[in-house]
Protein backbone atom coordinates (compact mmCIF):
# COMPACT_ATOMS: atom_id res chain seq x y z
CA UNK A 1 0.00 0.00 0.00
CA UNK A 2 1.88 3.46 -1.16
CA UNK A 3 2.28 5.47 2.00
CA UNK A 4 0.62 8.92 2.87
CA UNK A 5 2.64 11.70 4.95
CA UNK A 6 1.01 12.04 8.07
CA UNK A 7 0.27 15.84 6.79
CA UNK A 8 -1.32 14.62 3.77
CA UNK A 9 -3.72 12.91 5.55
CA UNK A 10 -7.78 14.49 5.49
CA UNK A 11 -9.85 15.09 8.33
CA UNK A 12 -11.92 12.57 8.77
CA UNK A 13 -15.80 14.07 8.30
CA UNK A 14 -18.83 12.87 10.42
CA UNK A 15 -21.59 11.07 8.52
CA UNK A 16 -24.75 13.53 8.73
CA UNK A 17 -27.19 10.92 8.86
CA UNK A 18 -24.82 8.49 11.40
CA UNK A 19 -24.26 8.49 15.09
CA UNK A 20 -23.14 6.42 17.40
CA UNK A 21 -25.66 3.86 18.63
CA UNK A 22 -26.07 4.86 21.98
CA UNK A 23 -25.92 8.96 21.26
CA UNK A 24 -21.64 9.00 21.62
CA UNK A 25 -20.59 7.04 24.75
CA UNK A 26 -19.84 3.99 22.80
CA UNK A 27 -19.83 3.21 19.26
CA UNK A 28 -21.37 -0.30 19.43
CA UNK A 29 -21.31 -3.49 17.18
CA UNK A 30 -22.36 -1.32 14.44
CA UNK A 31 -19.67 0.87 13.96
CA UNK A 32 -20.19 3.95 11.28
CA UNK A 33 -16.75 5.57 11.98
CA UNK A 34 -14.95 2.57 10.68
CA UNK A 35 -14.92 2.88 7.49
CA UNK A 36 -13.98 6.55 7.46
CA UNK A 37 -10.98 5.97 9.77
CA UNK A 38 -9.89 3.00 7.74
CA UNK A 39 -9.97 5.42 4.80
CA UNK A 40 -7.48 8.22 6.86
CA UNK A 41 -5.39 6.39 8.78
CA UNK A 42 -2.19 5.87 7.12
CA UNK A 43 0.78 3.98 9.12
CA UNK A 44 3.32 6.83 9.29
CA UNK A 45 6.86 6.81 7.37
CA UNK A 46 8.42 5.61 4.50
CA UNK A 47 10.44 2.61 5.80
CA UNK A 48 13.57 3.36 4.65
CA UNK A 49 15.87 5.12 7.18
CA UNK A 50 18.07 2.36 8.55
CA UNK A 51 16.24 1.93 11.48
CA UNK A 52 13.09 1.53 9.66
CA UNK A 53 14.47 -1.37 7.24
CA UNK A 54 15.98 -3.02 10.62
CA UNK A 55 12.73 -3.16 12.46
CA UNK A 56 10.73 -3.92 9.34
CA UNK A 57 8.19 -0.92 10.43
CA UNK A 58 6.21 -0.98 6.94
CA UNK A 59 5.40 -4.38 7.27
CA UNK A 60 4.84 -4.25 10.81
CA UNK A 61 2.21 -1.56 10.35
CA UNK A 62 0.59 -3.40 7.64
CA UNK A 63 0.42 -6.94 10.20
CA UNK A 64 -1.25 -4.57 13.05
CA UNK A 65 -3.89 -3.13 10.35
CA UNK A 66 -7.39 -5.19 10.62
CA UNK A 67 -8.41 -7.25 7.34
CA UNK A 68 -10.71 -5.29 5.57
CA UNK A 69 -12.90 -4.00 5.94
CA UNK A 70 -12.66 -2.78 9.59
CA UNK A 71 -15.26 -4.29 11.45
CA UNK A 72 -15.19 -1.75 14.38
CA UNK A 73 -13.26 0.85 15.62
CA UNK A 74 -11.93 -1.11 18.65
CA UNK A 75 -10.68 -3.80 15.85
CA UNK A 76 -7.44 -2.27 15.82
CA UNK A 77 -6.63 -2.44 19.26
CA UNK A 78 -7.82 -6.55 19.94
CA UNK A 79 -5.28 -7.07 17.08
CA UNK A 80 -2.44 -5.14 18.68
CA UNK A 81 -2.99 -6.28 21.64
CA UNK A 82 -3.15 -10.50 21.06
CA UNK A 83 -0.23 -9.74 18.23
CA UNK A 84 1.93 -8.29 21.49
CA UNK A 85 0.89 -11.01 23.91
CA UNK A 86 2.15 -13.55 21.20
CA UNK A 87 5.48 -11.87 20.63
CA UNK A 88 5.56 -11.54 24.02
CA UNK A 89 4.83 -15.19 24.79
CA UNK A 90 6.91 -16.04 21.90
CA UNK A 91 9.94 -14.31 23.37
CA UNK A 92 9.42 -15.89 26.64
CA UNK A 93 9.69 -19.90 24.69
CA UNK A 94 12.80 -18.76 22.88
CA UNK A 95 14.39 -17.69 26.26
CA UNK A 96 12.99 -21.27 27.88
CA UNK A 97 14.37 -23.20 24.69
CA UNK A 98 18.21 -21.28 25.74
CA UNK A 99 17.55 -22.22 29.76
CA UNK A 100 17.18 -25.54 28.99
CA UNK A 101 20.57 -25.68 27.18
CA UNK A 102 22.43 -23.76 29.75
CA UNK A 103 20.99 -25.73 32.34
CA UNK A 104 21.85 -28.81 30.67
CA UNK A 105 25.41 -27.46 30.22
CA UNK A 106 25.61 -26.74 34.07
CA UNK A 107 25.13 -22.89 33.11
CA UNK A 108 22.94 -22.38 36.32
CA UNK A 109 23.61 -18.43 37.29
CA UNK A 110 23.00 -17.23 33.25
CA UNK A 111 19.56 -19.62 33.01
CA UNK A 112 18.51 -17.67 36.00
CA UNK A 113 19.34 -14.48 34.84
CA UNK A 114 16.82 -15.61 31.37
CA UNK A 115 14.31 -17.00 33.61
CA UNK A 116 13.68 -13.58 35.13
CA UNK A 117 13.66 -11.92 31.58
CA UNK A 118 11.01 -14.78 31.06
CA UNK A 119 8.71 -13.84 34.14
CA UNK A 120 9.20 -9.52 33.19
CA UNK A 121 8.12 -10.87 29.59
CA UNK A 122 5.37 -12.80 31.14
CA UNK A 123 4.15 -10.24 33.68
CA UNK A 124 3.82 -7.52 30.36
CA UNK A 125 1.59 -9.98 28.80
CA UNK A 126 -1.04 -9.77 31.95
CA UNK A 127 -0.18 -5.85 32.37
CA UNK A 128 -1.79 -5.30 28.46
CA UNK A 129 -4.97 -7.61 29.43
CA UNK A 130 -6.08 -4.28 30.82
CA UNK A 131 -5.80 -2.41 27.51
CA UNK A 132 -8.23 -4.64 26.04
CA UNK A 133 -10.48 -3.70 29.25
CA UNK A 134 -11.00 -0.54 27.87
CA UNK A 135 -13.51 -1.94 25.54
CA UNK A 136 -17.09 -1.85 25.84
CA UNK A 137 -18.80 -4.92 26.48
CA UNK A 138 -21.30 -3.86 24.02
CA UNK A 139 -18.34 -2.69 21.04
CA UNK A 140 -16.98 -6.17 21.37
CA UNK A 141 -19.37 -7.44 19.97
CA UNK A 142 -18.49 -5.63 16.75
CA UNK A 143 -15.58 -7.76 16.59
CA UNK A 144 -16.77 -10.63 17.96
CA UNK A 145 -18.96 -11.10 15.26
CA UNK A 146 -15.62 -10.80 12.55
CA UNK A 147 -14.20 -14.29 14.79
CA UNK A 148 -16.23 -16.79 13.64
CA UNK A 149 -14.19 -19.78 14.71
CA UNK A 150 -10.95 -17.80 15.65
CA UNK A 151 -9.88 -18.33 19.49
CA UNK A 152 -7.85 -17.88 21.89
CA UNK A 153 -7.29 -21.85 22.06
CA UNK A 154 -5.66 -21.75 18.62
CA UNK A 155 -3.25 -19.69 20.21
CA UNK A 156 0.54 -21.27 18.96
CA UNK A 157 2.66 -19.44 21.65
CA UNK A 158 0.64 -20.60 24.69
CA UNK A 159 0.81 -23.86 24.57
CA UNK A 160 4.33 -23.86 23.89
CA UNK A 161 5.71 -21.77 26.53
CA UNK A 162 3.72 -24.18 29.14
CA UNK A 163 5.50 -27.19 27.67
CA UNK A 164 8.74 -25.71 27.56
CA UNK A 165 8.22 -24.81 31.37
CA UNK A 166 7.51 -27.91 32.25
CA UNK A 167 10.64 -29.26 30.97
CA UNK A 168 12.73 -26.66 32.74
CA UNK A 169 11.44 -28.54 35.85
CA UNK A 170 12.71 -31.47 34.57
CA UNK A 171 16.43 -30.14 34.75
CA UNK A 172 15.39 -28.50 38.21
CA UNK A 173 14.65 -31.63 39.27
CA UNK A 174 17.56 -33.30 38.13
CA UNK A 175 20.15 -30.22 39.64
CA UNK A 176 18.21 -30.84 42.69
CA UNK A 177 19.23 -34.58 42.90
CA UNK A 178 22.30 -34.43 41.41
CA UNK A 179 22.86 -31.82 44.37
CA UNK A 180 21.63 -34.14 46.91
CA UNK A 181 18.70 -32.65 48.18
CA UNK A 182 15.18 -33.11 49.40
CA UNK A 183 12.78 -30.08 47.62
CA UNK A 184 12.22 -28.91 51.59
CA UNK A 185 15.86 -28.96 51.70
CA UNK A 186 16.38 -26.25 48.56
CA UNK A 187 14.85 -23.57 51.67
CA UNK A 188 15.76 -24.88 54.44
CA UNK A 189 19.61 -24.96 53.62
CA UNK A 190 19.20 -22.29 50.90
CA UNK A 191 22.27 -20.84 52.17
CA UNK A 192 24.64 -23.66 51.13
CA UNK A 193 22.65 -24.10 47.42
CA UNK A 194 21.71 -20.60 46.73
CA UNK A 195 21.41 -21.06 43.06
CA UNK A 196 19.04 -23.63 43.36
CA UNK A 197 16.93 -21.48 45.68
CA UNK A 198 16.84 -18.57 43.40
CA UNK A 199 16.15 -20.94 40.67
CA UNK A 200 13.30 -22.65 42.84
CA UNK A 201 11.54 -19.27 43.07
CA UNK A 202 12.07 -17.65 39.54
CA UNK A 203 9.70 -20.83 38.66
CA UNK A 204 7.58 -20.19 41.66
CA UNK A 205 7.10 -16.66 39.79
CA UNK A 206 7.34 -17.56 36.29
CA UNK A 207 4.03 -20.44 37.60
CA UNK A 208 2.27 -17.73 39.38
CA UNK A 209 2.41 -15.54 36.45
CA UNK A 210 0.97 -18.13 34.11
CA UNK A 211 -1.90 -17.99 36.91
CA UNK A 212 -2.27 -14.48 36.90
CA UNK A 213 -2.75 -14.46 32.86
CA UNK A 214 -5.29 -16.88 33.59
CA UNK A 215 -7.13 -15.33 36.34
CA UNK A 216 -7.25 -11.48 34.40
CA UNK A 217 -7.56 -13.15 31.32
CA UNK A 218 -10.81 -14.65 32.55
CA UNK A 219 -12.04 -11.47 34.23
CA UNK A 220 -11.41 -10.05 30.92
CA UNK A 221 -13.32 -12.71 28.80
CA UNK A 222 -16.00 -12.62 31.74
CA UNK A 223 -16.27 -8.79 31.61
CA UNK A 224 -16.64 -9.22 27.61
CA UNK A 225 -19.19 -11.55 27.25
CA UNK A 226 -20.36 -12.82 30.51
CA UNK A 227 -20.04 -16.25 32.66
CA UNK A 228 -22.28 -18.63 31.16
CA UNK A 229 -21.26 -17.83 28.10
CA UNK A 230 -19.57 -20.36 25.37
CA UNK A 231 -16.36 -18.92 23.77
CA UNK A 232 -15.84 -19.08 19.94
CA UNK A 233 -13.76 -22.13 20.22
CA UNK A 234 -16.52 -23.53 21.88
CA UNK A 235 -15.41 -23.70 26.18
CA UNK A 236 -17.36 -22.02 28.84
CA UNK A 237 -16.04 -18.69 30.14
CA UNK A 238 -16.32 -21.02 33.62
CA UNK A 239 -14.13 -22.86 32.26
CA UNK A 240 -11.58 -20.29 32.28
CA UNK A 241 -11.92 -20.01 35.61
CA UNK A 242 -11.35 -23.38 36.43
CA UNK A 243 -7.91 -23.21 35.12
CA UNK A 244 -6.71 -20.11 37.57
CA UNK A 245 -5.70 -23.18 39.59
CA UNK A 246 -3.44 -25.25 37.60
CA UNK A 247 -0.43 -25.11 38.05
CA UNK A 248 3.13 -25.57 36.62
CA UNK A 249 5.07 -26.57 39.35
CA UNK A 250 2.45 -28.04 41.74
CA UNK A 251 5.50 -29.52 43.91
CA UNK A 252 6.45 -25.96 44.47
CA UNK A 253 3.54 -25.13 46.23
CA UNK A 254 3.00 -28.40 48.39
CA UNK A 255 6.24 -27.67 49.66
CA UNK A 256 5.25 -25.15 50.96
CA UNK A 257 3.02 -26.94 53.14
CA UNK A 258 5.95 -29.22 54.11
CA UNK A 259 7.65 -26.29 55.41
CA UNK A 260 4.94 -24.36 57.36
CA UNK A 261 4.48 -28.01 59.06
CA UNK A 262 7.81 -28.66 59.47
CA UNK A 263 8.55 -24.98 61.10
CA UNK A 264 4.89 -25.37 63.02
CA UNK A 265 6.01 -28.12 64.69
CA UNK A 266 9.11 -26.31 66.21
CA UNK A 267 6.91 -23.50 67.93
CA UNK A 268 3.37 -25.39 68.68
C1 LIG B 1 -12.10 -9.61 24.42
C2 LIG B 1 -11.09 -10.26 24.92
C3 LIG B 1 -11.05 -11.74 25.11
C4 LIG B 1 -12.09 -12.61 25.27
C5 LIG B 1 -13.59 -12.32 25.34
C6 LIG B 1 -11.50 -13.93 25.35
C7 LIG B 1 -12.22 -15.09 25.50
C8 LIG B 1 -11.70 -16.34 25.55
C9 LIG B 1 -12.45 -17.57 25.71
C10 LIG B 1 -13.97 -17.63 25.92
C11 LIG B 1 -11.58 -18.59 25.68
C12 LIG B 1 -11.92 -20.09 25.82
C13 LIG B 1 -11.83 -20.75 24.47
C14 LIG B 1 -12.96 -20.33 23.53
O1 LIG B 1 -14.04 -20.90 23.59
O2 LIG B 1 -12.70 -19.42 22.73
C15 LIG B 1 -10.26 -18.04 25.50
C16 LIG B 1 -9.09 -18.76 25.45
C17 LIG B 1 -7.84 -18.22 25.36
N1 LIG B 1 -7.52 -16.89 25.17
FE1 LIG B 1 -8.81 -15.36 25.22
N2 LIG B 1 -10.14 -13.83 25.25
C18 LIG B 1 -9.82 -12.51 25.10
C19 LIG B 1 -8.56 -11.96 24.96
C20 LIG B 1 -7.39 -12.67 24.94
C21 LIG B 1 -6.07 -12.11 24.81
C22 LIG B 1 -5.73 -10.61 24.72
C23 LIG B 1 -5.20 -13.14 24.81
C24 LIG B 1 -3.71 -12.99 24.68
C25 LIG B 1 -3.01 -13.73 23.86
C26 LIG B 1 -5.96 -14.36 24.92
C27 LIG B 1 -5.44 -15.63 24.92
C28 LIG B 1 -6.16 -16.78 25.10
C29 LIG B 1 -5.56 -18.08 25.26
C30 LIG B 1 -4.05 -18.39 25.24
C31 LIG B 1 -6.59 -18.97 25.42
C32 LIG B 1 -6.46 -20.49 25.64
C33 LIG B 1 -6.39 -20.70 27.14
C34 LIG B 1 -6.03 -22.13 27.52
O3 LIG B 1 -5.63 -22.92 26.67
O4 LIG B 1 -6.16 -22.43 28.73
N3 LIG B 1 -7.28 -14.04 24.99
N4 LIG B 1 -10.36 -16.68 25.42
Known amino acids: MPQQARDERQPVDRPANEQPVDGGTSFGPEDPWAPLVEVAF ?4 TGETVYERYLETQALYQLQLPRPPLGHHDE ?4 TVHQACELWMNLMSFELTTVLALLAHERAPEALRLLRRVVL ?4 VVRQLELMETMSAWDYHGIRRKLSGGSG ?4 SFPNLL ?3 HQVWDH ?5 QHAGLALP ?3 TRRYDHPLLHELAEALVDLD ?8 HHYKLAQRMIGTSVIGTGGVQVEALERSIHRSLFPELWRVRDALTARASSTYE
Not at 76 to 79: A, E, Q
Not at 121 to 124: M, N
Not at 208 to 215: A, K, L, N, P
Request: glycine fraction near 8%; proline fraction near 9%.
Open 42 to 45: QPPG
Open 76 to 79: FLFR
Open 121 to 124: AGRL
Open 153 to 156: LQSP
Open 163 to 165: RLG
Open 172 to 176: FEALR
Open 185 to 187: EVY
Open 208 to 215: ETVQSFRY
